[in-house]
């Protein structure tokens, strides 16, 4: 069964740090997404993605944060200055029609000291 | 806006017992509905769904779900668990349209007792 694939498993950076998450979606979808979850808490919704552009953002989604496709493969979320409360697992997901039933990766979880 | 409840915030069924998990939602339209399981350290993987036509959907690892529009509610069931069911279950919401996100209920943790 197809997979979306999440680079690094678990990334350790200190504050003031830019990190690079990285997704590969499964090929022929067209949808792309971020969404973190806090240690024990909800999922919550980032950013998403469609046609080379961000067609939505959550509140949480500053402007430190960007996405990137920068080749036909790989989905990037980028985090400029990381800080302690941006620590959190972090999923990418993808869908063929951006109506639902996504499939999640296996996140990357990000610890910043 | 959309929002999902779950009202059971930790379950604990024993091995062989029925589970009933509950999910109650608030959308201005005909949801979409979903329900996804999370192993510790794990990702999310999706359980079932619901679009439309019959409101009670089958899933992966013997799971199920009901939709009743009139309760709001899109509970999820099976009717013997098993120890390896124990994790975070979240019901998800999302809509009918383009780019639309997901909201994520907070989540119940099962244990299940041997």
């Known amino acids: 069964e197809p997979e979306v694939t999440q680079t690094p498993s678990h990334q350790v950076t200190q504050m003031g740090q830019e990190v690079i998450l990285r997704c590969v979606p499964i090929?022929?979808?067209?949808?792309f997404y971020w969404y973190r979850q806090i240690l024990g808490q909800k999922v919550e919704f980032l950013v998403s993605?469609?046609?080379?552009?961000?067609?939505?953002k959550s509140e949480i989604f500053d402007d430190q944060f960007s996405v990137e496709r920068p080749d036909g493969s790989n989905f990037t979320l980028k985090i400029r200055s990381t800080k302690l409360e941006d620590s959190a697992m972090y999923f990418c997901a993808s869908s063929p029609t951006g109506e639902g039933g996504y499939t999640f990766g296996s996140g990357t979880r990000l610890t910043v000291v | 806006a959309q929002s999902v409840t779950q009202p059971d915030i930790h379950i604990t069924v024993s091995e062989g017992a029925s589970l009933e998990l509950r999910c109650n939602y608030s959308?201005?339209?005909?949801?979409?509905l979903f329900w996804y399981v999370q192993s510790p350290g794990q990702g999310l993987q999706l359980l079932l769904k619901?679009?439309?036509?019959?409101?009670l959907v089958q899933g992966i690892k013997g799971f199920e779900a009901e939709f009743k529009r009139s309760q709001s509610s899109f509970n999820l069931r099976k009717p013997s668990v098993h120890w390896s069911d124990a994790a975070e279950y979240f019901c998800a919401v999302g809509g009918v349209g383009y780019g639309q996100n997901f909201v994520f209920g907070p989540g119940t943790r099962l244990s299940v007792l041997p």
């Open positions: 090929s022929n979808h067209l949808y």
């Open positions: 993605f469609y046609n080379n552009e961000i067609s939505e």
């Open positions: 959308y201005g339209a005909t949801p979409y």
């Open positions: 619901y679009f439309s036509g019959d409101t």
